[in-house]
């Protein structure tokens, strides 16, 4: 019980804690600096047979802010310098575009650790800091140096040690894509989550430019404007808006129709571009940038894949707090939002108080919900705030903030994965060990490490007690009253046990075995020595049992004894019936996990319950009972 008891107050000190590393301030970010890394050795002729890193690096230049630093370098067996690192200007896009067509996959070898260490050079900024910087980093391969595997093997060493211990104490950021199973995934891995960045596996070259983008939108996070039903809203703020719409699956390159159509009915497309509007037709995507666009809904005729997005420059920004690329439990994600006017946060609560702050959850299969933020009234300091701890289950999540403000609206999304804990699954796994083994004493002692253990460890002391006391009933007198639910006979003996493994499903059925026994005393001596026999004191305390239950004195303690079985009968058949309410309350802190499950959507990810987690873990009760029904509902939706 006392273990229970601690792990409850660690389940409600959980939200407490998450809300405590929350962080005091939301400020502009600063000054981005994105350095990108490609792979061009000769194995990418089979991985990228297309070559998609050309449109996929054309992207990231003409998606990347203004007047942030940036750099692109290539390596197989040397490192190039392919566009110069700089400020990103017309100049430097253009530059970029230009050289990207110089993207092969000639190098014969697969020097990783040079290419990262050349990029990551000081010099570049005369700077040892690299507190500001995210590095993108594309290969589909190996470390491979010599066609010595030590030589190898002591590089990668090298990368994972001394290398990447001096990026991390620089501060610096890497962001990993593998385009190739066959890529050292292990590597890839480590160098993203040590440094806080995030790892994606491209399954196929099609899937490379979106991988970039996620990337790059979580080193530099986009201002966007979230898209309904094929439009959006651009307000009179807005100095310039990106359309980035990626082609359907199944809607074919080359037959691609699709035409931008402005709030005053004008009609656009690839060829008839209007003034102020470029146009840049890619195999994977179409890129439309409108200079000064005019206010008001503007709508997309086409199809809309998978990534599309809307982007806008203006003076107001919506800013969110960094969202890290995994979370847990233990470590939450804490979640601010605030708006800003140029440089200044907002704090006018007439202003705050027309938006609508929601945050919204997609899983893998699609299902979605969404909370709001302050529905009451607007935060005093101007930040909104919340955090998520616990989610159904284990995977990719996007993470969407929409700021609906009536006349204007802004976006946030990005891709975060839920690490789930390993406790759940371990508990899951011993209940359907505790119930095949109800008569095997070993067995059973295994499938319950907290409640059985404490059962046993007095079981074997007051069957040594009875010999040694040689009074054959009458010590057993008051240790029956003293101890209604754990005297000396077997069959109260069971009932204590049964009391203290109440808990697990599986001794259940062994409280019923020695139930019916007890009704039937000869029946119950006979059954009982075989599960006892093992040990001699035992043995013993069966002989001294037998004529016990023999004498006269045995009806005239009946009426005590009896009150220990009358309430077993009330518990006996509603532990059948309800099986899984035992398995439910072992834990207290398995009900604490599912009720945060339910603040975080177990019903399509509703959200709209997890504002206070303390209260709901008084409320563990109720959700418990209500768990089968919400996975059944989420199985419905599924099929």
Known sequence: MRLLSRLFAVFLILPLTALAQQAP??????????????????????????????PAVRLLARMLPAQANAGVWTFGQYVNM????????????????????????????????????????????????????????????????????????????????????????????????????????????????????????????????LAFLEALNTAVPQQQVPI????????????????????????????????????GGIKAGPESATEGMRWVRETEYDLVTVTSPEAGDWKIIGELGEGSRVTVVSDLRMVVSPVPPTFTENEPISLQVAFFE???????????GVIDVSVALTSEDGRSGNKVLSPDQPPQDGIYTDAITRLPGAGEYQLSVVADGQTFSRRFSTVTRYVAADEPPVIEEEFPEASPAPEIEPPVSGSGPIDISQVENPEPKPLEEQPVDKAEAEPEMPATVEEPASGIPFWVWAAAGTFGVVFVAGVVWLLVKRRKPAQELDADNDEEPPLVAEESPEEEAIAELEPEQAPEDLPEEIPEPE??????????????????????????????VEDGEDEFGLEDFDLSEFDDLPATDEESDPFDDDEPEEDDKDGGKDR
């Open 228 to 263: 309904e039903d094929n439009g959006f809203q651009v307000d009179g703020g807005v100095e310039e808006f990106t359309a980035l719409i990626f082609r359907a699956d199944d809607e074919p390159a080359a037959n691609r129709t699709l035409e931008l159509v402005s709030p």
């Open 563 to 592: 009150q220990v079985p009358e309430p077993e009968p009330e518990e006996v058949p509603e532990l059948p019936q309800d099986e899984a309410l035992p398995e439910d309350d072992i834990p207290v802190a398995d009900a604490e």
């Open 82 to 209: 392919l566009v110069p690192h700089g400020k990103v200007t017309d100049d430097w896009r253009g530059l970029a575009v230009e050289r990207s067509d110089e993207i092969n996959s000639v190098a014969l070898r697969t020097n990783l650790g040079e290419a990262i260490q050349v990029a990551s050079d000081d010099y570049l900024l005369g700077a040892d800091s690299l507190d500001n910087t995210d590095f993108i980093l594309l290969t589909d391969g190996k470390v491979d140096i010599s066609d010595n595997e030590n030589a190898n093997d002591r590089e990668r060493e090298r990368i994972l040690g001394a290398l990447l211990d001096e990026l991390s104490r620089r501060g610096a950021t890497l962001h990993t894509v593998a385009l190739s199973e066959e890529a050292d995934l292990a590597l890839l891995k480590s160098l993203a989550e040590r440094t806080g960045g995030r790892y994606a596996l491209a399954s196929s070259a099609d899937a490379l430019t």
């Open 25 to 54: 301030t939301l400020e502009l970010p600063d000054s981005a600096d994105v350095r990108i890394i490609v792979d061009i050795s000769g194995s990418m002729k089979a991985n990228d047979p297309n070559n998609l890193r050309r």
């Open 342 to 352: 140029e440089d200044r946060k907002i704090e006018n609560p007439d202003f705050l």
